[in-house]
């Protein structure tokens, strides 16, 4: 009985050994990016830092480019400007050729650099964000909800074809304008938020009854666009100019605000939309993959890897090394700046509201 019992014991703690949890998944520690070879880049990319479980999660976006860009004549010019000549053909191999690697590149990065010629962007690139805004709203004006959302005015065309230019914001918003004529699409709470949802051109309004709606940009009023955060540097209020820091200033001067707002001259009109932030293509955008660029600098439809250290709220900077698509435009977007879509959450927001570094940046062609 004893034996039988010392048997069981060395059988089981046998058993023991062998069902031991596996090791500690260890999370991998990137370096931060800098004006890096391709080389580098490729060993250091990863789906993760676009939140993608994997290099084939990209399809959908690859497909959204590949529609525009084959509605262009495959023989006419993208771009062309020096350092960079490229037909619409161009791009749609380019696309057709990612489309077919996405499901070897999770195990096979390398093959990025042997099917693309990467065409470096001299100078690197100034990189900033936006994202999908959520503006506390009303449909009908009642207190607390005072701040128009404005459709477009029916004469905006008629008029900026005559004179240039529209209303400015100035008069929009000291002079009521354009008050009572129905062109109200809701009343936000916060001005502050309309104007930011302005500069993004696009989001999402959460009603006090509990709904939500989309509005997409309409239209703009001719006028030029100033940064509020030059502005608010100009007359020295602030240091860095970003919009996190904006918001602060905003809070705690109330009674400035609509003196630094309509400093800019140009104000955007809405609509409602059926989704998200659409692009210039004329599709939804995709988080950390839609990049708006120059069109003439980088065309739509280009393919772009793309580095920069990225704002994190707990470890400060974060290194994001990706593979992004020209998908959108901006007013203030030009030559070697782009914008990263970030998505419509609270990190989304962070990042956009934070995000002004510089990084490398390559279009890639397929060889």
């Known amino acids: 009985m004893l034996r039988l019992l010392l048997l069981l014991a060395v059988t089981m703690a046998l058993f023991a050994c062998a069902k031991q949890a596996p090791p500690p998944v260890v999370e991998r520690t990137l370096p931060p990016v800098g ?3 391709p080389e580098f880049f490729v060993s250091n990319l990863i789906p993760a830092s676009q939140d993608l479980t994997s290099w084939k999660d990209m399809a959908p976006s690859v497909r959204k ?15 062309q400007r020096p350092g960079l000549t490229v037909t619409w053909g161009d791009l749609s191999r380019t696309l057709e050729r990612l489309q077919e690697l996405l499901p070897r590149l999770d195990k096979e990065p390398e093959l990025l650099l ?9 100078g690197g690139i ?3 964000g936006y994202y999908e805004p959520a503006v506390p709203a009303s449909r009908t004006r009642k207190p607390g909800y005072t701040q128009a959302i404005y459709g477009l005015p029916p004469d905006l065309n008629k008029v900026v074809a005559k004179r240039g230019q529209y209303y400015d914001r100035r008069t929009i918003e000291e002079k009521q304008v354009l008050a009572g004529k129905g062109l109200e699409l809701a009343w936000a709470a916060d001005p502050v938020d309309v104007f930011f949802l302005e500069i993004q051109g696009s989001g999402r309004l959460i009603f006090d009854d509990g709904t939500q709606a989309y ?11 100033k940064s509020s955060g030059r502005i608010m540097r100009e007359k020295g209020l602030l240091r860095r100019g970003d919009i996190f820091e904006q918001r602060e200033w905003f809070k705690n001067n109330p009674d400035r605000v609509r003196e630094i707002l309509n400093d800019n001259p140009s104000y955007v009109f809405f609509k409602y939309g059926m989704r998200g932030p659409t692009g210039a293509m004329g599709y939804q955008v995709d988080d950390w993959l839609t990049l708006a660029t120059d069109r003439g600098f980088i065309p739509l439809g280009s393919i772009v890897a793309y580095g920069v250290n990225i704002p994190d709220e707990t470890k400060g900077k974060m290194p994001l090394r990706g593979i992004g698509f020209a998908q959108d435009v901006g007013g203030a977007i030009k030559r070697n700046r782009i914008d990263i879509f970030c998505g419509g959450d609270q990190r989304a927001n962070y990042v956009a509201s934070h995000l002004d570094a510089k990084g490398p940046a390559w279009v890639l062609l397929a060889r």
């Open 114 to 122: 042997a099917n693309f010629r990467w065409a470096e962007v001299t």
């Open 65 to 79: 480019s590949l529609r525009y860009v084959n509605s262009k004549p495959k023989d006419a010019l993208a771009v």
């Open 215 to 225: 509005v997409n940009y309409a239209g703009q009023n001719g006028h030029k666009y």
């Open 35 to 37: 004006f890096e070879s």
């Open 126 to 128: 100034n990189y900033s």
